[in-house]
């Protein structure tokens, strides 16, 4: 991965002190730059998706939305789990009626795929255990990267339930129809190189020192020109665009407007003079 330094935590950032970790099960923190990485923390269940976490996830994702100085978000788990998934807990079967069930799970949902209203890029860092709703949560970022003891499973059928969170459609959209169909009607644990071989993460590194790389590749977004960044993302949401002409039309007004910003004088010059470049998103 990319080497680039680590810009210090911003002091007076909201994130800065971390989310309510007890409260809500999960930390934030900023960096300078605008990179904000997110851990989701209840390493004791292996980051299960708890409703106190869904509700915090869901303050955290519209705090991020609203904040203009955040450029990348980092995704990743505490402990030896990125996400096992939703709390079984609370999806056993019960007496509730069906309609009410679903109104639940579309809640929840909708909920975690929040972060797909997020304008900058996002990346999971996959530090352990991918699991169900969790990887729905990971497949849902615009990047994945593994750890070397990292797993990835889908197990809905084994346990005697549909594929929920979106994995029909986020599975076929990063791997392809025919692996998305063997790995959600199998039900099978894969380890991270088999990650790799299906295009389901970008690289997989040892676990010493995993999430430094994946932080310094976030820097390394963060410190391109924001503006095409955003506009970069927009054009690739849903995979790509869904035609040729659709990609051409798009392109010609995202960069109609990225020419008119401060940001891509500074580009040019920066490469005329053999230096990094200083974008303010302007």
Not at 15 to 33: I, N, Q
Not at 148 to 176: D, Y
Not at 250 to 267: F, I, K, M, N, Y
Request: glycine share 8%; hydrophobic share 45%.
């Amino acid at each position: 991965m990319t080497d680039h330094p680590f810009p210090a935590v911003l002091p007076d950032s909201p994130y800065a002190s971390g989310w309510d970790v007890e409260r809500d099960h999960l930390e934030a923190v900023a960096h300078e730059d605008g990179v904000v990485l997110v851990t989701l923390s209840q390493p004791e269940r292996r980051n299960a998706m708890s409703e106190r976490m869904t509700a915090g996830w869901v303050r955290l994702t519209a705090a991020l939305r609203a904040d203009a100085s955040v450029r990348a978000v980092v995704v990743t788990g505490a402990g030896r789990a990125f996400c096992s998934g939703g709390d079984t807990g609370s999806i056993v079967r019960d007496e509730t009626p069906a309609a009410q069930v679903r109104g639940r799970m579309l809640a929840f949902y909708r909920a975690w795929l929040t972060v797909r209203e997020l304008e900058v890029p996002t990346i999971a860092a996959l530090n352990g255990s991918t699991v169900g709703a969790g990887a729905g949560l990971a497949l849902a970022c615009d990047l994945r990267y593994a750890a070397a003891s990292a797993r990835f499973s889908v197990p809905f059928t084994r346990l005697g339930i549909s594929p929920g969170m979106a994995t029909t459609a986020l599975l076929p959209e990063v791997v392809g129809v025919a692996a998305a169909r063997e790995l959600l009607l199998t039900g099978r644990t894969i380890d991270a190189e088999e990650m790799l071989q299906l295009g389901l993460v970008s690289s997989v590194s040892g676990d010493d020192g995993f999430l430094e790389g994946v932080l310094r590749l976030a820097h390394s977004i963060a410190s391109a020109a924001p503006v095409a960044v955003r506009l970069t993302k927009s054009a690739l949401v849903g995979g790509a665009p869904a035609d040729l002409a659709t990609a051409l039309e798009w392109e010609a007004l995202a960069q109609s407007v990225t020419l008119a910003t401060d940001d891509v004088l500074e580009g040019f010059a920066a490469t005329r003079e053999k230096r990094a470049p200083r974008f303010t998103g302007r």
